[in-house]
C-alpha cells in the first residue's frame, strides 16, 4: 500500500513496525539531515494554517456598540429633519470611530499572535542516528521522535518502541482517562483514535512513562486536522476588565439615554423649538458616553503583553496581565528558578569516603580529591567508579559539543551526572534494555542494562537518599559487599543538604542475564552505591527578586523536591521567610487534613520533598485564605496546581509542554526575577488603564454638564433660549470631534506612559477594588465641574453683546463665542492631560519630556484646532467655527489653566490625607 493511501486512509496501525519503515523509508535511527529538509520542502511545515476573521467580518463587528446605535438613529433623524450637513458629519464620526477600533484591534491581536509564535513547541527526534531538538514544525513523515513524560506529541505517530507510557487524548477523542499505548498492530479496520493503542496523535499528552515513534502524519493530514475546521475563528480579545468596561459603559448608556430623553422632555416643556430640543438631547447622550474606551483598553494590554514579552514572560492569556499587578503570594519551584540549574557534582560519598570534585558548567574537565589529594578514580576502589557508571547509565541526558562550548541535551540534574562520570572518563554505554522512568511521586529512576558479564546483566537505580534506601539491602564497601550503614548514609546527605546540595543516592544489583523487562517488583535487596551532592546555586537576581517581592508586599513560598535542609540552605540564601527556621516536609504535609494545613499556611514559607498533589493543596489554602497566587510549575502533575493558581506559571526551558498548555504565563529564561518583572509590568499596565478611564470619563462628564446645564438655564439666561437668539454652547457635531480626537490624539497617549517610581513600593492592589470608587466620581465630578465652567465662561463673556444687541452682526458673534467654548473645552481637555500622567503624584515631580507622544498629541490637537478655526472657510465648515480674533485667546486659556492646577491641589490634599490616616 502507497504512502499516499495510508495519509488519506490512515490506517497505520493495522501495519507492523516494519512495515511503517518501509512505507516511509525510514528507519530506527531516524532521517538524515539532508533527507529531512528534502522532506520538508515535498511535505511543507507541520502546522494548522487556520483562517482567521476575514478583514471585512472583523471591521463589520467595530459596528456592534450602544454608541454606534445610538449615532446611526440620531443620523436618520437628522436626516429626516433635512440636517444633512449633521448627518454627513455624524455618519462620518461613526466610520472614523469604525476605522480605528479596527486599525487598534487588529494591532491587539497581531501583538498576541506574535507572542503565540514565540512560543513554538520544539520535539526531540533522531537525525544522523544522533539525538537533535528542533521545533516541532519542521517534522516530516519518517522522522523519529522520542517521547517523554510531559510531552505534547507534535504529530501523528506510529508508535515502535513504548515503556509504562500512557497519553491524555481528551483533546481529541474527549476521552477523560489516560489511554494505555503499546507497539502492536491492530488488524480491525475503520477504528476510531480512541481505539488505535498503537499511535500517538498529534496535540495529546505524555502522562506517563516514554517511547518512541516515527511520523506518520503532520500538520493537516493529523487526525487533528479533521478538527481544524472548528477552530478557523480568531479569537476576539476580552479580558474581565474589559468585560466591566463593557456593562459599565451599557450602564452608561441606559443612563444617559434615559437623561437625554428627559432632557428632550424639559426643553419641549420649556417650549422650545423640536429642531432644538432633539439636537440638545443628541448633544448630551454623544458628549457622555466614552465611546473610545474599550479599544484603548485593549490596545494598554497588548502594549503590557508585549513590555512583559521584553521582559522574558510570556502572557498566553491576556487577563494574566491584569491580574499579576493584584499578586500576594508567588509559589515556586527552587531548581532552575530561584537556583541557575546549572548542576555540578561537588561532592560524592561512597564506601565510608567523602570525593570532592572540582569544575565548573558542564565541560567535562575537574579533578578528583580525597584527603587534599588528587586521586584517580579507576584506581580507588570499586564503588566510586560504580557510583559515577550507575549516574552515567541511569540517565537520558547527554553532553554536546559545538565548537568547545558544551551543552546538555536533557535534563541539567541528569547532565551534571553525565559530566562527573566524564570527569573520570567513564563513556561506555552499556546497552540499555528496559526502564522504569521518573515519576515525581516515587522518586526515583531505574534501568536494565545488559552486564559486561555475558551470564548477568545489571539494574542501575537513582533517587532520593530515602527511598532508594529502602530498596537497599547492603553496600559496596572496599570492593565489597558490606552491611548496610543507613543512618550514617542518612546523616552524610542530611550534611550535603545543609550545604545546599541537591543529593541523589545511587545502587544496582546484578540479575541473571535472561532478565529482559524491568518492573518495580524488581527493586528489593539492590545494594547502595553513594551520593552525588549538585552545587546549584541562588541566581544573583533572585536573591535581589525576592527582596522586591517583600517591599511589594509580596510574600515567596518555595515548594521544592528537595531534602528539607537543602530547601532551608537556598532559603537562608535567598532570604525567604523568617530565617526559614520551619520547613514542611511531603511526608508532614501528608499527615495535615486541609483543614489544619489551613492554620499554618499563612506562616510557612519552605515546603521541602513536597510532591505535585501537596503545590495543589498549598495553593487551595493559601487561595482560602484570600490570597492571589503566582504559581510556578514545569512537569505533568503541576498542571492541577497551575490551574489552582490564579496565574499559573511554565518553565519555558525545562516545562513539559503539559504544564505550558496549563499555565497562563510561560517564563522564557525559567527566571524567578522575571516573574517580579511581570507583576511590576502588571501593575504598570493596570496604572495606566486607570489613567485612560480617569482621564476619559471626566472629559465626557464635563462636556454633558455643559449641554444640560444650558437647557436647564435657559429660562433665565437668554443667551441658551432659542426662542431668544440663543443656542447650545457647543454642537453635536463639535462634541463627536472632541471625543474623536481625545480618544486618539490625548487619552492613546497616556498608554505609552513610562512606569512610575516605586511600583514595587506598594502593596498589592485588592482584585475586587472597583474602579469607580469614591475617589474616582470625586475626581470625575470635580474635572467635569471645572470644564462645564470653563466652557459656559466663554460662551457667556462672548456670547451676551450678540443676545443685548450691542453687537452689529449677533449670528456671526453668536458662532465665534460658540466656537471659543468649543476651543476652550479643548484647551481644558489639553490642561488635563498634562496632570493626568499621574494619578497620585505631582506633574511637578517627572520630566514633562518623559512621554514623548503626549506632546506630539497636544502638538496634534492644538495644530488641527487652529487648522479648523482659520484654515476652513466658515461657509463650508462642517464644525461650523469661526475665526476668533487674537486677542481672545488670552481669556481661553487663563480659564483653562486652573483645570491643571486644580487637579494638582486636588493630589496634595489627596496624599496629606492619606498620610494622616497612616
Known amino acids: 500500500m502507497s504512502e499516499k493511501t495510508l495519509q488519506k486512509e490512515k490506517r497505520w496501525y493495522q501495519l507492523s513496525v516494519e512495515q511503517v519503515f518501509e512505507a516511509l523509508e525510514s528507519g530506527s535511527a531516524g532521517l538524515s539531515t539532508s533527507e529531512s529538509k528534502a522532506r520538508l520542502e515535498s511535505y511543507g511545515y507541520n502546522e494548522l494554517k487556520f483562517k482567521k476573521r476575514s478583514t471585512l467580518i472583523r471591521f463589520l463587528t467595530q459596528f456592534h456598540s450602544s454608541l454606534i446605535y445610538v449615532l446611526l438613529v440620531s443620523a436618520l433623524v437628522t436626516a429626516f429633519l433635512d440636517m444633512w450637513m449633521d448627518t454627513a458629519v455624524i455618519l462620518a464620526v461613526v466610520l472614523a470611530n469604525t476605522i480605528i477600533g479596527f486599525i487598534q484591534e487588529g494591532k491587539a491581536e497581531a501583538s498576541v ?12 527526534v533522531l537525525r544522523d542516528g544522533e539525538k537533535q531538538v528542533i521545533p516541532a514544525r519542521e517534522l516530516v513523515p519518517g522522522d523519529v521522535v522520542l517521547l517523554e513524560e510531559g510531552d505534547k506529541v507534535p504529530a501523528d505517530l506510529r508508535l515502535f518502541y513504548a515503556k509504562n507510557m500512557s497519553a491524555d487524548e481528551a483533546s ?114 454623544v458628549a457622555a458616553i466614552p465611546e473610545g474606551l ?134 561506555e554505554h552499556l546497552p540499555r534494555l528496559d526502564e522504569i522512568p521518573f515519576v515525581a511521586e516515587q522518586q526515583y529512576m531505574a534501568t536494565l542494562h545488559k552486564g559486561v558479564n555475558a551470564n548477568k546483566n545489571v539494574i542501575y537505580v ?51 542475564a535472561e532478565k529482559k523487562a524491568l518492573n518495580s517488583e524488581d527493586l528489593n535487596g539492590l545494594t547502595f552505591l553513594g551520593l552525588q551532592g549538585m552545587i546549584d546555586p541562588p541566581r544573583e537576581e533572585a536573591i535581589e527578586a525576592v527582596q522586591k517581592c517583600k517591599r511589594a508586599g509580596i510574600r515567596v513560598v518555595m515548594v521544592t523536591g528537595d531534602h528539607a535542609q537543602t530547601a532551608k540552605a537556598i532559603a537562608r540564601q535567598l532570604r525567604i521567610g523568617e530565617g526559614a ?103 504598570h499596565v493596570f496604572d495606566n ?25 435657559a429660562p433665565f439666561i437668554f443667551l441658551f433660549n432659542p426662542d431668544r437668539g440663543g443656542c447650545l454652547p457647543i454642537e453635536p457635531v463639535q462634541i463627536l470631534y472632541i471625543n474623536l480626537l481625545d480618544a486618539v490624539a490625548l487619552a492613546l497617549t497616556l498608554i505609552r506612559e513610562p512606569k512610575e517610581k516605586g511600583l514595587l513600593d506598594r502593596p498589592p492592589r485588592n482584585p475586587k477594588e472597583r474602579i469607580t470608587d469614591s475617589p474616582f466620581f470625586k475626581k470625575v465630578g470635580l474635572v467635569s465641574v471645572v ?65 514623548k507622544w503626549v506632546l506630539i498629541g497636544v502638538a496634534v490637537t492644538l495644530g488641527l484646532q487652529l487648522t479648523i478655526i ?16 487674537a486677542e481672545w485667546w488670552i481669556p481661553m486659556i487663563l480659564v483653562s489653566l486652573p483645570m491643571f492646577f486644580i487637579i494638582e491641589f486636588e493630589k496634595f490634599l489627596t496624599k496629606r490625607w492619606m498620610v494622616k490616616e497612616k
Not at 499572535?113 to 526531540?124: D, G, H, I, K, N
Not at 567523602?354 to 564503588?383: H, Q, W
Open 581 to 683: 527556621d520551619r520547613v514542611l516536609t511531603g511526608e508532614e504535609l501528608s499527615r495535615m487534613s486541609d483543614d489544619e494545613l489551613y492554620e499554618v499556611v499563612d506562616t510557612v514559607s519552605v515546603y521541602a520533598r513536597a510532591a505535585p498533589e501537596h503545590k495543589f493543596r498549598i495553593i487551595t489554602q493559601l487561595r482560602r485564605r484570600g490570597h492571589i497566587i503566582a504559581a510556578t510549575g514545569d512537569g505533568v502533575n503541576d498542571a492541577p496546581a497551575l490551574k489552582a493558581a490564579d496565574i499559573g506559571i511554565a518553565m519555558g526551558i525545562t516545562g513539559t509542554e503539559v504544564s505550558k498548555e496549563a499555565a497562563d504565563m510561560v517564563l522564557t529564561d525559567d527566571n524567578f526575577a522575571s516573574i517580579v518583572s511581570a507583576v511590576e509590568e502588571g501593575r
Open 689 to 713: 488603564i486607570k489613567k485612560v478611564i480617569l482621564y476619559t470619563l471626566p472629559t465626557n462628564g464635563g462636556q454633558t454638564l455643559l449641554v444640560l446645564g444650558a437647557i436647564l438655564l
Open 870 to 885: 482659520y484654515a476652513l472657510p466658515s461657509g463650508v465648515n462642517p464644525l461650523r467655527t469661526e475665526a476668533l480674533p
Open 462 to 512: 537513582k533517587g532520593s537518599p530515602e527511598q532508594v534506601l529502602e530498596m537497599c539491602q547492603n553496600q559496596l564497601v572496599n570492593g565489597s559487599i558490606k552491611p548496610l550503614h543507613s543512618a550514617e548514609i542518612l546523616a552524610e546527605a542530611d550534611e550535603m543538604a545543609g550545604e545546599a546540595l541537591r543529593v541523589l543516592a545511587m545502587a544496582y544489583k546484578l540479575v541473571p
Open 113 to 124: 499572535e506574535a507572542l503565540e509564535r514565540m512560543m513554538t513547541p520544539e520535539c526531540t
Open 294 to 427: 474599550p479599544a484603548i483598553v485593549t490596545v494598554t494590554l497588548a502594549f503590557g503583553v508585549t513590555a512583559m514579552a521584553r521582559r522574558n514572560a510570556l502572557i498566553k492569556r491576556l487577563p494574566a496581565a491584569e491580574t499579576l499587578g493584584c499578586t500576594t503570594v508567588i509559589c515556586t519551584d527552587k531548581t532552575g528558578t530561584l537556583t541557575k540549574n546549572q548542576m555540578t557534582v561537588s561532592r560524592i560519598y561512597c564506601g565510608g569516603k567523602e570525593y570532592r570534585v572540582s569544575g565548573a558548567g558542564y565541560e567535562p574537565s575537574g579533578e578528583f580529591i580525597l584527603d587534599n589529594r588528587v586521586i584517580t578514580p579507576e584506581k580507588e576502589s570499586a564503588e566510586l567508579i560504580e557510583t559515577l557508571k550507575a549516574g552515567y547509565l541511569c540517565n537520558k541526558a547527554s553532553l554536546a559539543a559545538n565548537k568547545g562550548e558544551y551543552s546538555i541535551v536533557g535534563d541539567p540534574t541528569e547532565g551534571a551526572l553525565v559530566v562527573s562520570a566524564s570527569k573520570a572518563g567513564i563513556t
Open 787 to 851: 470644564m462645564a465652567v470653563a466652557g459656559f465662561m466663554m460662551f457667556y463673556y462672548f456670547g451676551e453683546p450678540a443676545i443685548s444687541g450691542s453687537i452689529a452682526d449677533p449670528d456671526k458673534r453668536l458662532m465665534q463665542a460658540r466656537t471659543a467654548a468649543f476651543t476652550t473645552v479643548m484647551l481644558v481637555h489639553i490642561c488635563y492631560i498634562f496632570t493626568a500622567r499621574s494619578i497620585t503624584e505631582s506633574a511637578f515631580t517627572f520630566s514633562p519630556f518623559s512621554n
Open 172 to 285: 481529541l477523542t474527549g476521552e477523560s482517562v489516560p489511554v494505555r499505548k503499546n507497539i502492536e498492530s491492530i488488524s480491525k479496520p475503520d477504528l476510531s483514535p480512541a481505539d488505535q493503542c498503537c499511535m500517538a496523535f498529534s496535540g495529546t499528552f505524555i502522562t506517563r512513562g516514554s517511547g518512541q515513534g516515527i511520523v506518520v502524519g503532520t500538520g493537516e493530514h493529523a487526525e487533528i486536522g479533521r478538527l481544524a475546521e472548528l477552530m478557523k475563528e480568531t479569537r476576539k480579545i476580552t479580558t474581565p476588565l474589559m468585560r466591566k468596561l463593557a456593562d459599565f459603559t451599557r450602564f452608561l448608556v441606559i443612563a444617559i439615554l434615559s437623561i437625554a430623553a428627559l432632557n428632550f422632555i424639559l426643553a419641549v416643556i420649556f417650549e422650545f423649538p423640536l429642531k432644538y430640543s432633539f439636537l440638545a438631547s443628541v448633544s448630551l447622550a
